[in-house]
């Protein structure tokens, strides 16, 4: 895994190890790390996850706490030498849902904003679509948007990484992207 200029995706499941492996990613880069962290401490739990997040990380990021403007976060952070992860998206399509605004297209202006920031720009984020379905019709609306937003995230992507029980699984990377095109 190397980072490249433009968007790499990172997702999985809860307590995969992807935040870990991204923000490794981030490290390895020599760049300055930008954090934008899109989680609220809305509750006991929450506010422990967040804690164990910037225990994990240190000092050595810049932290930049945004719940809904992921596109305008993203401008104002991109500047020469930084890379910039992004923690996480299910939890912000969760923040403007309850903030009654449309994920998919705000997603679309973040993609657009991360594919032309000329930095590298590393999103995390859940997978929400491989249990079973769920109960309810918010629930299932939260499942779907997430899921059309990892779709159109990974396919602005230039490197998609799925991880499992804290080992990531290329699915795209540039090199074989490459070798794709050319094949075909």
Request: net charge negative.
């Amino acid at each position: 895994m190397k980072l490249t200029n433009g968007i790499t995706f990172v997702f999985g499941g809860a307590r995969s190890g992807k935040s870990r492996i991204a923000e490794n990613l981030v490290l390895s880069s020599g760049l300055k790390p930008v954090y934008i962290a899109t989680g609220r401490a809305s509750d006991e739990e929450m506010s422990e996850r967040i804690a164990i997040h910037q225990e994990r990380r240190g000092d050595a990021w810049e932290l930049v706490e945004e719940p809904l403007a992921l596109a305008d976060a993203i401008s104002q952070c991109a500047h020469p030498g930084r890379a910039i992860l992004i923690d996480c998206l299910s939890m912000w399509v969760s923040n403007l849902m309850l903030a009654g605004a449309d994920p998919v297209r705000e997603c679309k202006l973040m993609v657009e904003t991360a594919s032309q920031a000329g930095v590298p720009v590393v999103f995390v984020s859940t997978e929400v679509g491989m249990g079973i379905v769920p109960v309810n019709d918010l629930a299932r609306d939260f499942r779907d948007k997430v899921g059309v937003i990892h779709q159109h995230v990974a396919e602005a992507a230039a490197a998609v990484y799925f991880v499992a029980a804290g080992l990531p699984l290329a699915m795209k990377e540039p090199a074989a992207e490459a070798v794709l095109k050319k094949a075909g």
